[in-house]
């Protein structure tokens, strides 16, 4: 028997579940806080704390291993799981997927995550309970193969050892202009996402997100040392569409004069607008994207809301409905998904970026690092909070780490390969 015991502890997400229907509709600020009424079920107050729920395997060692549960910011919002309720996820995971987990074996990766979250009552798992219990498992089986989570999925989908370094995107929340400045101090491969969310940062026609994306570049120039060049990447949280209009032309042409704002940059658009429904949104994204290629535009469409599910992401990558998915992880389930969504894209020449959101913590983000590096995405998220200094060193040291421990492996199998030719001859 490899697991003998499930504990569960409850936590604390590193941000705040958001009421995104609220936001839109208008709710104002005041300081950290929303005012108004929330509109998306679940929630008492348009901003409430996030929580998450750990989940802890006892191997037959003792050692214990974790998995961290929680949704989404915007939970709720464009197809995804309702809010997270601590109670309600934790009564799930005793009655149902502990006695799972003491008959499966840990030592096998894929096949324990298929049997301990198949469905239950005809129905899918709730998708946090997936993205936690894959995590302990994933742990699980590195400890029990004494090697690291990367080399697990490695493995488990005959991949190669990996050697590149994933780029690290960070993301600012509200305190863009600090944040802004740290990212480029710090050199940050993508920044500064904006959380432009609401129509007072997106301005009238979008004068003032205009404005500060030609900011940004300046202050990149200004501060960042000799030769930094990182993409900038911009969440408008389907401001363009609602702003603007809900046609593929025109957003386009708002989208090219963004990166003409900014020549020398290459320019990431997240979720430019929203389009209501998966089908609608593949199709015009799909369109904004051949029309960006045609004018041979330095901007690039990145899709998030309507592609959450593994099902999602390979449609809109099989239809080319965007330049680059982001992979939510908590919103696809299992972090095996997650590298299966990675190769997905890779195999229909899309980009990878293996996101999630600020809700998360130091766990998942570090899980989500293993499966980023051992599938070479394009681009990984600096997780979880929306400060910079956090994330950034959270995701960043354990990607160094990874790699160290990577790179002695390759070289030990290069001397072993040259001692075996030595004694050949």
């Known amino acids: 028997m490899q697991i003998k015991d499930v504990l569960l502890a409850s936590g604390n997400g590193a941000f705040f579940y958001d009421d995104q229907a609220a936001i839109r509709s208008g709710a104002t600020q005041d300081g950290f806080i929303y005012v108004g009424e929330p509109t998306t079920p679940g929630f008492n107050s348009i901003r409430i704390p996030a929580s998450s729920l750990s989940i802890g395997v006892v191997l037959a060692d003792e050692t214990v291993v974790w998995g961290d549960m929680m949704n989404v910011q915007y939970s709720g919002a464009g197809g995804r799981d309702p809010v997270f309720e601590t109670a309600q996820i934790s009564d799930l995971t005793s009655r149902v997927v502990a006695p799972r987990l003491l008959d499966a074996d840990a030592s096998r990766y894929l096949p324990a995550c298929a049997t301990v979250l198949e469905p239950f009552e005809h129905k899918r798992l709730p998708l946090a309970i997936e993205y936690g219990v894959s995590q302990a498992l994933l742990r699980a089986a590195a400890h029990l193969q004494r090697t690291t989570m990367a080399e697990i999925i490695c493995g488990e989908f005959n991949l190669p050892l990996p ?38 940062k997106f301005g009238a026609g979008g004068q003032t997100f205009l ?64 389009f209501g429904s998966t089908q609608a949104q593949i199709e015009n ?53 997650t590298a299966r969504a990675v190769l997905i894209c890779k195999a229909n020449k899309v980009g990878a970026y293996v996101g999630g959101s600020c809700t998360e913590t130091d766990l998942s983000a570090q899980a989500s690092v293993h499966i980023s590096v051992a599938t ?10 929306m400060g910079v200094d956090e994330g950034f060193s959270i995701v960043g040291n ?16 290069v001397d072993r390969k040259a001692r075996c030719v030595s004694n050949a001859e």
């Not at 386009?252 to 979720?271: K, L, Q, Y």
């Not at 995405?377 to 979880?384: E, S, V």
């Open 163 to 200: 050697i590149r370094r994933v780029p690290i995107y960070c993301q600012s929340g509200d305190a863009r202009e600090i944040n802004v400045d740290k990212m480029i101090l710090k050199a940050v491969d993508v920044l500064p996402h904006g959380l432009i969310n609401s129509r007072q």
């Open 211 to 274: 404005e500060f994306v030609k900011w940004v570049a300046t202050r990149t120039r200004e501060l960042g040392r000799p030769g930094y060049q990182p993409v900038l990447h911009f969440d408008v949280y389907g401001w363009i569409g609602q702003e603007i209009g809900l046609e593929s032309q025109r957003i386009a042409d708002f989208i090219c004069r963004v990166a003409d704002t900014v020549p020398g940059f290459t320019i990431n658009i997240e979720s430019p607008a929203d």
């Open 285 to 337: 994204y799909a369109r904004i994207v051949s029309i960006l290629d045609d004018r041979g535009s330095s901007a690039r469409i990145v899709v998030d809301e309507r592609c959450n599910t593994l099902e999602d992401i390979r449609l809109f990558a099989e239809a080319k409905a965007t330049h680059l998915v982001q992979i939510k992880t908590p919103d696809v389930g299992s972090i095996a998904d």
């Open 376 to 385: 070479q995405a394009d681009m990984m998220l600096a997780k979880p909070g």
């Open 398 to 413: 354990e990607q160094n780490r990874l790699l160290a421990i990577l790179n002695r492996r390759a070289t030990k199998n």
